[in-house]
Structures are given as structure tokens and as C-alpha cells.
């Protein structure tokens, strides 16, 4: 069965300053990977995901993931962030061509926190 | 477009009760799922609809949790029997076709508490 695991429950970045948030997966084959925002009171909405090709991918907002087979992660990345990005943030796995539930396989998220 | 939509969004209840909760997928979204998110979590995973049968119930926790799509679109996701740790947030969500290869889009979940 496919996990996630997002190590950093909290993170607090300065407005303007880069970030990163960590991810990593346990999936035996191919992966198809997600990035989600959840802001106060809103849906999840996707950032961006991965699922064959080029291991940088780009998504919306500014945002960026990179896929590293050897580490098992899914980084995402933003060079500059801005007050609006506090949100909690969700890495999330599906069952690409090895199979496994259908359904996404979420970590428990991280809460990224702007300090103006 | 209208996007996913779930009713009622909250549910408070006692603890033995019945409930049900509605689902409203984009339209032409042949696959939905329910997902259920307790404080602090992340989404878990309950059960994934093809159509109008469920192609996988692994994540239903117990035989308490049942869910439907009779028509291939709406599904009621209906819990019997409620408990106090059946509390969470449910989320529906709709895709275009297979797991994994078409993003899923969320509804805003519905809040059930139990007391």
C-alpha cells in the first residue's frame, strides 16, 4: 500500500522569502503524485501534480515540484511567497501503473504560516 | 462551471442516529470518491464510485458506512449507528475517468458532529 509523509507539521516563512515544502512517498511502482491547498473554510485545490516526464513540473500560483525517484520526495517549492499563500498544504499519492487503491493516499499536511 | 457540491454543509447529530450526506458531481465526471478528514489530518480515503458501482470500498472503515450512486451521478454516502469518533469532515470528489490519471476535484465537505 502506497504513504506519504510530509515531516514538517508547521512551517513559517517571512513574506517574500523562498520556500520548501517536503514530501515523501512509498509507492513499489510508478507513482502519480499531487500537490493540494486547503485554505480556512475552502476545498482542496490542486497545485500541480506528476505523472510521467519531465521531473519538474510546474503549477499554479508560482508553485513547483520536483520529482526524485532516488529519494522517494516531491518537493514543492516556491521562490517567493506571499501573504495569501498560508494555508495547509497536502501531498498526496495515487496508484499509477503498479495499481493499489483508487483513491489519493494523502500525507497529514503541513500549515504554512506568513510572517509579514 | 458549477463545481462539486455537497449537502448539507454541517450535520450535528446524537450519537445513534442515522445520517446522510449528498454529493453533487461535476457534470460528465463518470468517477467520484469520499473522502473523510478528521482534525489535523489529511483526507483518508473511503470509496471510489465508476459509474453508478462502487469500484473500491477499501477505505470504508466498518459495516456501518454504506454508500451510493444509483444514477451515476449524485451519491449518498449514509452512516448508521453514528458515534462520537465518526465525527469529521467529508469530502466528495469528481474526475473525468480512471483514478490516479485525472485530477480530482473537491467539493467544500460536509462537517458532521456527533455528540
Known amino acids: 500500500a502506497q504513504s506519504v509523509t510530509q515531516p514538517d507539521i508547521h512551517i513559517t516563512v517571512s513574506e517574500g522569502a523562498s520556500l520548501e515544502l517536503r514530501c515523501n512517498y512509498s509507492y513499489g511502482a510508478t507513482p502519480y503524485l499531487f500537490w493540494y491547498v486547503q485554505s480556512p473554510g475552502q476545498g482542496l485545490q490542486l497545485l500541480l501534480k506528476?505523472?510521467?516526464?519531465?521531473?519538474l513540473v510546474q503549477g499554479i500560483k508560482g508553485f513547483e515540484a520536483e520529482f526524485k525517484r532516488s529519494q522517494s520526495s516531491f518537493n514543492l517549492r516556491k521562490p517567493s511567497v506571499h501573504w495569501s499563500d498560508a494555508a495547509e498544504y497536502f501531498c498526496?499519492?495515487?496508484?499509477?501503473?503498479?495499481?493499489?487503491?483508487?483513491?489519493?493516499?494523502f500525507g497529514k499536511g503541513t500549515h504554512l504560516i506568513i510572517q509579514p | 462551471g458549477a463545481g462539486v457540491s455537497q449537502t448539507p454543509s454541517n450535520k450535528v447529530t446524537e450519537k445513534g442516529k442515522y445520517v446522510e450526506l449528498r454529493c453533487d458531481p461535476i457534470s460528465g465526471h463518470t468517477a467520484l470518491y469520499w473522502y473523510r478528514q478528521s482534525l489535523g489530518q489529511g483526507p483518508e480515503f473511503l470509496i471510489y464510485?465508476?459509474?453508478?458501482?462502487?469500484?473500491?470500498d477499501s477505505g470504508l472503515p466498518n459495516d456501518r458506512f454504506f454508500a451510493v450512486r444509483p444514477e451515476g451521478s449524485v451519491s449518498t454516502l449514509k452512516i448508521q449507528r453514528t458515534e462520537r469518533g465518526d465525527s469529521a469532515v467529508y469530502l466528495c470528489?469528481?474526475?473525468?475517468?480512471?483514478?490516479?490519471?485525472?485530477?480530482?476535484?473537491f467539493g467544500p465537505g460536509t462537517r458532521l458532529t456527533v455528540l
Open positions: 464510485f465508476q459509474g453508478t458501482g462502487a469500484a473500491d
Open positions: 506528476y505523472f510521467s516526464g519531465d521531473t
Open positions: 470528489a469528481s474526475s473525468r475517468g480512471l483514478p490516479g490519471a485525472y485530477e480530482q476535484f
Open positions: 498526496a499519492v495515487g496508484a499509477g501503473s503498479g495499481g493499489g487503491a483508487d483513491g489519493l493516499t
